[in-house]
């Protein structure tokens, strides 16, 4: 085998080598309950705008700040909210 003919690697994340320890909707309300707010939206909200903000954003940081502002602003809450739970997110 020659290494540099390898040009590409793939793995199979699907439990298989990986096991996610909580679900999305467990560490979104773990990012609520760090802010001490109360949930804003939930967590099939933002898997439903995705590939909205994906075609947008190259940065996930920049999607879910600017995909959590929007889904905050419209349920009524302040958009730098929605910011700060996706910043809390992304600190986990």
């Known amino acids: 085998m020659n290494w540099d003919d390898i040009e590409a ?5 699907d439990g298989t080598l990986l096991e996610y320890e909580r679900s999305p909707g467990e560490v979104l309300q773990r990012a609520y309950d760090t802010l001490e707010i109360e949930p804003i939206f939930p967590v099939k909200k933002y ?3 995705y590939d909205e903000f ?3 954003y ?7 700040a600017e995909c959590f502002a929007t889904l905050a602003a419209e349920h009524g809450a302040d ?3 929605g910011r700060a739970v996706a910043a809390a997110l992304t600190d986990d």
């Open 79 to 81: 958009p730098e909210d």
């Open 47 to 49: 898997y439903a705008r």
């Open 9 to 13: 690697v793939i793995f199979d994340l």
């Open 54 to 56: 994906a075609e947008k």
């Open 58 to 64: 190259d940065s996930q940081q920049r999607l879910r």
